[in-house]
């Protein structure tokens, strides 16, 4: 844990090794079982985390997908990712999609 939050610390300046390593990890969306089930798990317990709050009106809160240009600039001001993506390149569009540029089974274009 230590080695890679140091990676993310320097934008994986000097830690290129470790990175590729992150980068062919399995990703959400792109037919594998395993990553698409965390996601989804992670998903539905944080909806329903959120369900349980009320907003400043008294109403329950809700989880939202983001604009479709957001992840621009998201991107703009989040560092690197324990995903391999490096500081400041865009985030996933619609903040809740898989990651552009992946194909089937996490294997980069």
């Known amino acids: 844990m230590a080695e890679l939050l140091n990676a993310l610390a320097v934008n994986f300046e ?35 985390m ?11 809160m809700y989880i939202l997908r983001g604009g479709g240009s957001g992840h621009f600039f998201a991107g703009m001001v989040v560092g690197a990712l324990p995903d391999g993506r490096k500081a400041y390149e865009a985030t996933a569009d619609g903040n809740l999609s898989p990651v552009q540029g992946w194909i ?4 980069l274009r």
């Not at 959120?50 to 329950?60: I, K, S, T």
Request: cysteine-free; hydrophobic content about 30%.
């Open 14 to 48: 000097g830690q290129e090794g470790l990175r590729q390593i992150l980068l062919k990890a399995p990703k959400y969306g792109n037919d594998d079982d395993y990553a698409d089930t965390i996601f989804n798990d992670v998903s539905l317990d944080l909806t329903r």
């Open 50 to 60: 959120m369900a349980q709050r009320l907003d400043w009106q008294g109403y329950p």
């Open 104 to 107: 089937s089974k996490g294997q």
